[in-house]
Every structure is written in C-alpha cells, then in structure tokens.
C-alpha cells in the first residue's frame, strides 16, 4: 500500500472531460468563423489570406501554449503569480501610451500584421494573482483589510482597462469578486452591487424630479419603520445617500464619460431610443439572423444573413448568429449546453482541491468564462448593449484564444497535480 501512495503521488494527469470541451469549442469555432467570412476565390480553410486560415494557425499556437504549460513545474505559474501580474500591469500601462487605437479604443499592440491585445492575455495574470493573495495563510476576506486589498487586485487592471476605454473587458475583471466572494467576503456585498446597477438603469430612464422625490419617500417609510437604534439610522442615511449619488452621478457618466456610440447603444438597450439603421442596426440583423435559423437552421455554409454580410463583426463579437442561422434552435441549444458543462466541470474541480490557491484560481477562471459567455450571447439577443466582448474558443482573435487557453490550461495543469499537492 504504501508503494501505491508513492506511486500515485507522482501522477500527473488531464481532466479528459475540460480538454475534450476544449477542442470541441475550437473545432467548432473555427468551422464557424469559415461560415461567417467564406471566400469561394479562397475556399481552402488553410488560407492564411482569410480570417480563418490565421484563426487555424493561432489554434496551432494554442497548442503549444497547451504544451508549455503542461511541461512546466506547476510552481512556476503558483509562486510567480505577483511577476505575472506586475508584468500584466504594464503592459496594460504601456498600451495606454503607445498602443493602436481599433474601434475607438486604445488596447492594442501592433506586431506587424498581428496585433496583440493585453487585456486578453493578462486576465490569467489577475486572476493567479487574486488566487495567490487570497490563498495566503491567514487571509480572511471577511477582514476588511484583507477585503480592500483583494478588491484593489482585480480593480487596478480594470480601471486601466476602463480607460483604454474597454468597458466590455473592464466587466470580465470586475466579474473576479466572485472569488473574493468565495475566498469569505460576506454575500450582502453581491446584493449592494445589484441594486447599485438597479439604481443605474433607474437613474438613466427617470428623469432626476421623479427618482430623487422617490428615493426620498422610500428613505422616510425606512426611518419610521425599521428599529428605532443608532446603527439602523447611519444605515438608511448612508443607504440614501449613496442612492443619491448614483442617480446623480449615472448621468454625469453618461454624457461625460462615455463616447457618444456607447451612449446611443445603452439609450437603445433601455428604449430610450429607436435606432434601426444605427447603433441598433447589429442588434436587429443578429435577431433576424438567428431566428430564420428555425429549429434546425439552414445548413453550413447555407445562411443567407451570413453569406450577405448584413450583420457587422459576424467572425468576431456575433459569432453566435452564425451558429443561429446555420445549425439552427438544436444548434444553439448543444453550444449553450457545451459552455455550462464546461463551466459547471471547472466550478466541481475548484471544490474538490486541496489547496486554496487552486480552488481560488478555479472560480476565477469560472468567473471569466462564465462572463463572456453570458455577455457575448446577451449582445446577440439584445439583452445586452454592445461592448466587444468575445465568445470563447469562438470569436476571431490569436490574443483572445490564447488568453482563453492559457487560463484554462493552467487550471488544468493544477488539477493534474492535486495528487501531489497536501497529500
């Protein structure tokens, strides 16, 4: 017996179920995007002139990243998690200065026909890092100090990101409190959240005589029936106040902050405005798009939405009208399926580690996943507005698939190595 407990502590294995995902996702992804851009004159799925000859060579890329990874002492991602991300910060920094500015945004290096977008390749770096600090012994993030700075990890990159300005990325690093959620931070701070968004789109749709008024009424009916002690006053005045300041401040944002295009995708998102042939327009032609897919969609290479080019960045942000229009409700439905397996295999594994560290970093990676998915497919539908974020394993793009891989792989990598870990 003990021979077997020496034999097995040096196993290192894969998690079969998250790699076949892995490749699912890609396989399909990349057929998708050769139906969404295909060129009879380059019909070849290898063309490097076309969009999905390089998406094939930048899964070619994600293999070695796989490789890597896998060959590399699993310290090397654990311990050096504060130089990836100090690393990540600076480039995020750099960018800001001395990157390609694509779709009104600064997040771009250029490297000569490529283009490399930090805030993709560096969410690996935050959320190893977030799992690093959070993982520390005697860390509790029921401790406000401990809280703080678990916040302050994942808020930096997402205030640089912010500026850049991405606001689609900055929502993916603000989606990681959920691990500081998970490392012991108490639950209510998830509802302030809510309804400070509830507030947001409150303040947005009502003009400022009606919503303060309100706030007003519902802070008196607090006063006179919740319990007459010292504490609950300094909770419904702080309550009202910061209310306040939200319903305010959500419009200094939007007409100071941000960019006209952004404006008009919220305004169209909450019907304050009607704009078909605008900011709407994507929206409209996704919807139309995935709803002539019917039950069982039209077949590759056989939508008519796609072969016309009517909805714009259909290889990247929309790719999921593609699926929609070609394989249909059934198609959707089992793509759907993939994404909530994948992310419900990776939330199992992170409770069954050994270490903090790997169980932090796992709910990261969950975080992240999840986020995009909800989003990207939430902006095809119209229940989101537009903000660039990518489908995972998807959407055209070496940075985002390798920052996809990356992250995963590393989780992968840890799992393998739980029997040698605290056994």
């Known amino acids: 017996m003990a021979y077997g407990r020496s034999k097995n502590r040096n196993r290192v294995g894969f998690d079969w179920m998250l790699v076949t995902l892995y490749f699912l996702l890609c396989i399909w992804g990349w057929i998708s995007i050769y139906a969404a851009v295909y060129n009879e004159e380059s ?24 490789f890597f990874t896998m060959i590399t002492n699993y310290r090397f991602w654990t311990n050096l998690a504060p130089l990836w991300y100090a690393l990540s910060i600076i480039l995020l920094v750099l960018v800001l200065f001395v990157g390609k500015k694509i779709g009104g945004a600064r997040s771009w290096f250029g490297l000569g026909g490529f283009s490399l977008q930090p805030s993709e390749v560096g969410k690996f770096a935050t959320a190893l890092m977030l799992a690093f600090y959070a993982g520390l012994p005697r860390k509790n993030m029921k401790h406000w100090r401990d809280r703080i700075i678990g916040l302050a990890i994942l808020g930096l990159p997402g205030i640089l990101i912010a500026l850049q300005p991405d606001m689609g990325s900055t929502l993916v690093y603000m989606s990681l409190v959920f691990v500081v959620y998970r490392a012991g931070m108490p639950g209510y701070y998830i509802g302030i959240v809510l309804v400070a968004g509830a507030l947001a789109v409150a303040g947005l749709m009502l003009p400022l005589k009606y919503s303060l008024p309100g706030l007003g009424i519902i802070a008196i009916l607090a006063f006179l029936f919740l319990p007459k002690q010292r504490r609950y006053y300094f909770y419904n005045t702080l309550f009202t106040t910061m209310s306040a300041a939200i319903l305010y401040g959500v419009g200094f944002v939007m007409e100071k902050v941000l960019a006209p295009h952004q404006q008009v995708r919220i305004k169209v998102l909450l019907g304050l405005e009607d704009d078909p042939s605008g900011a709407g327009y994507n929206t409209l032609q996704s919807l139309i798009a995935i709803g002539s897919g019917g039950w069982t969609g039209k077949g590759f290479l056989n939508g008519t939405q796609t072969k016309l080019d009517f909805v714009p960045a259909q290889s990247t942000d929309y790719i999921f009208c593609t699926v929609g229009e070609e394989w249909g409700f059934l198609g959707t439905f089992f793509l759907m399926l993939l994404f909530a397996l994948l992310i419900g295999r ?28 909800v989003i990207n497919i939430g902006m095809t539908i119209g229940l989101f507005p537009t903000v660039g974020i990518p489908l995972p394993f998807f959407s055209y793009g070496g940075s985002s698939l390798w920052g996809f891989t990356l992250l995963l792989f590393i989780f992968i990598k840890l799992d393998g190595e739980r029997q040698n870990r605290l056994s």
């Open 346 to 373: 990776i939330i199992w594994l992170s409770e069954r580690q050994k270490d903090n560290f790997s169980r932090f970093y796992g709910y990261g990676v969950a975080s992240i996943f999840f986020t995009h998915w």
């Open 43 to 66: 019909a070849s799925i290898f063309s490097l002139n076309e969009e999905y000859g390089k998406q094939g060579l930048f899964i070619i890329g994600g293999l070695l990243i796989i």
